[in-house]
Nanobody, 124 residues
Framework: QVQLVESGGGLVQAGGSLRLSCAASGRTFSSYAMGWFRQAPGKEREFVASISWSGGSTRYADSVNGRFTISRDNAKNTVALQMNSLKPEDTAVYYC?????????????????WGQGTQVTVSS
């Protein structure tokens, strides 16, 4: 049973920063690609960023590229999302996700397990 628990959300002014963290348990964390997704009110869940099982490859949505950084610490079973230069349109519930299969290329990442989400609100 894979468990993902996000933390670090909150209220921040536009231009500010937040750091989200996701703690994983239940299997060999270091073998699986991880990602962050978000869902704003009235909108579909969308991809934000992903990182390969080794941490050597990352991908970002165009809307966050250059502002957000995804990282992982396989020794601590955690993945983080550093969010800088936040905008009101970044307001959403942010979800951590894990791939179903180990050791797959990042391009083949398919989220299969989800955390409960953490709210990020950016005020203008």
């Amino acid at each position: 049973q894979v468990q993902l628990v996000e933390s670090g959300g909150g209220l921040v002014q536009a231009g500010g920063s937040l750091r989200l963290s996701c703690a994983a348990s239940g299997r060999t964390f270091s073998s699986y690609a991880m990602g962050w997704f978000r869902q704003a009110p009235g909108k579909e869940r969308e991809f934000v960023a992903s990182i390969s099982w080794s941490g050597g490859s990352t991908r970002y949505a165009d809307s966050v590229n250059g502002r957000f950084t995804i990282s992982r610490d396989n020794a601590k079973n955690t993945v983080a999302l550093q969010m800088n230069s936040l905008k009101p349109e970044d307001t959403a519930v942010y979800y951590c996700a894990a791939d179903a299969k180990p050791l797959v290329p990042l391009a083949a990442f398919i989220p299969a397990y989800w955390g409960q989400g953490t709210q990020v609100t950016v005020s203008s």
